[in-house]
């Protein structure tokens, strides 16, 4: 069984940044590769970034990508979202997840190739 415990949420003027954590239980932590989706009011959740097992390829939605960094800490069993130059449409709950769905990006941008995900954080960015 793994447990991930995402954190960092909070509100954020446009502009601004913030950095999210999600804390990955037991000891297969480097079994998975690890994602972030997001989803908002009435909205489906979608994909934003992925770190394959070795921290070695990493993966973006076009609406993030140069503001946005994903890596992992696999001593620490961390994960992380450094978000940078925050728009209001960033807006979401954040959630992180495990997948061993392998690297195709066009799988795991899909919610379906993630086993394990966290309860989420909250993201508010005021305009």
């Known amino acids: 069984q793994v447990q991930l415990v995402e954190s960092g949420g909070g509100l954020v003027q446009a502009g601004g940044s913030l950095r999210l954590s999600c804390a990955v239980s037991?000891?297969?932590?480097?079994?998975?590769?690890m994602g972030w989706f997001r989803q908002a009011p009435g909205k489906e959740r979608e994909f934003v970034a992925f770190?394959?097992?070795?921290?070695?390829?990493?993966y973006y939605a076009d609406s993030v990508k140069g503001r946005f960094t994903i890596s992992r800490d696999i001593a620490k069993n961390m994960v992380y979202l450094q978000m940078n130059s925050l728009k209001p449409e960033d807006t979401a709950v954040y959630f992180c997840?495990?997948?061993?769905?392998?690297?195709?990006?066009?799988?795991?941008?899909?919610?379906?190739?993630?086993?394990?995900w966290g309860q989420g954080t909250q993201v508010t960015v005021s305009s």
């Open positions: 997840g495990a997948s061993n769905a392998g690297t195709t990006e066009s799988i795991v941008s899909l919610t379906t190739a993630y086993r394990y």
């Open positions: 770190v394959s097992r070795s921290g070695g390829s990493t």
């Open positions: 037991g000891r297969t932590f480097s079994s998975y590769a």
